[in-house]
């Protein structure tokens, strides 16, 4: 281990990412909870987030089990009406002195962005300059994206040299300290479960397709479903698993039920879960209007799913169309239909030789992976800074 970070090292984390209590535990998001449990190159982590007591009954939350891992909740602000918005800005007061209270006490300094708490923590990395800041930025760097987003992308690029900035996917003309930074979501099991499932799976009917997501506009679902009943499927050996939940179910559900394929709804369910449907899936369609670079797509590589994904962000930097899976140029329903009819001209040859392509590749999304680079690339400026 570097002596950039040593063991005893303390980190804390500032996000707003949903938590709330349970049963005397605290959950969080889970990819979130996941991420943070694997970081062994920290002796303890402290995590302030917002409390969401509305998600209790949200699968997708894990509950924290590492005992070095400490929460601080803070208030929950914002919502959809235009009034929920405005009164974010009630809460900055409350949240600034907040951040800067556990700043104080902590070396190494994790940031969520883009979110309000970055916000503060980016004004007040100016003022720490001998602290770590690293501040992952989660959504999609380069593209259109909304107004406040944008303002934190501009910000992220105008940081002192005690901060770097990991974003998804490489891009020319970036400052030095924005690196390309792969979200870990894989750990040494699923890995070995994953080369255990590919060698099994077998390219023949039915072909199982699979959507991982909200069921939102943003993700593509309703496009997605408005695409299969404009084709014609009466031929055809399908299935379709849907993943996630949100205000389009209903919706989503009306649509599927005029199908003539078979299409299952699951909700939000656990990882492992998740990875039950991975098992038994041919191909992953996503559809997005705005990603940075989802996780889900490194969990479908991994037990091989091919990829149908939208050509936005840098998913093209890791997809490659017609080699290791299939980019959606047009995102709409004319666009998913053509992207659909690749999917049925793949072989079994082709397809075997895909997903273990895939699957190499997908040793960028591991936990240790991830560890080391955040070892040696993100909090390496120790050394400088004592020079």
Not at 97 to 121: Q, T
Not at 122 to 137: A, H, N, T
Not at 267 to 286: M, Q, R, T
Request: overall charge positive; some cysteine.
């Amino acid at each position: 281990m570097s002596e950039d970070i040593p063991y005893h090292a303390k980190l804390l984390v500032i996000s707003d990412t949903g938590m709330f209590q349970k049963n005397n535990s605290v959950y969080g998001f889970g990819p979130v909870v996941k991420e943070l449990e694997a970081l062994v190159i920290f002796k303890s982590i402290k995590w302030i987030g917002f409390n969401r007591p509305d998600q209790v009954d949200n699968n997708a939350y894990l509950p924290i089990r590492k005992k070095n891992l400490e929460v601080k909740l803070l208030k929950a602000s914002g919502g959809k009406r235009l009034i929920d918005k405005f009164l974010i800005l009630l809460y900055y007061p409350y949240y600034f002195f907040s951040i800067l209270k556990e700043i104080y006490g902590a070396e190494y300094i994790h940031v969520r962005a883009p979110s309000n708490p970055a916000v503060i923590a980016i004004f007040l990395s100016f003022f720490f300059p001998q602290k770590q800041f690293w501040f992952k930025y989660a959504g999609d760097w380069v593209g259109k994206t909304a107004v406040f987003y944008q303002l934190q992308r501009y910000w992220l690029k105008k940081l002192n040299n005690n901060s770097k900035v990991s974003v998804n996917g490489l891009w020319n003309n970036q400052p030095e300290n924005v690196i390309n930074f792969e979200n870990p979501c894989l750990d040494n099991s699923e890995r070995e479960n994953g080369l255990l499932i590919i060698g099994n799976k077998k390219h023949s009917s039915p072909i199982n397709y699979c959507f991982v997501g909200g069921l939102n506009e943003n993700k593509g679902c309703l496009i997605f479903l408005q695409a299969l009943v404009a084709m014609n499927l009466s031929n055809t050996s399908i299935i379709l698993h849907i993943v996630g939940d949100g205000h389009l179910k209903n919706q989503l559900e009306g649509l599927a039920s005029t199908l003539e394929i078979k299409v299952l709804f699951y909700g939000s369910i656990p990882k492992n879960e998740v990875a039950e449907i991975y098992n038994i899936c041919h191909f992953i369609v996503l559809p997005s209007q705005s990603e940075g670079f989802p996780k889900v797509i490194g969990e479908a590589m991994n037990y091989g799913c091919i990829p149908i994904v939208s050509n936005i962000s840098c998913i093209a930097q890791y997809i490659i169309h017609k080699e290791n899976g299939i980019l959606i140029e047009d995102i709409t329903p004319r666009g998913i239909i053509t992207a659909l009819a690749e999917s049925f001209q793949i072989q079994p040859a082709k397809f075997n030789q895909t997903t273990y392509a895939n699957y190499k590749r997908a040793s960028c999304f591991t936990y240790d992976y991830y560890n080391n680079r955040i070892e040696n690339e993100i909090f390496k400026m120790r050394k400088s800074l004592k020079n």
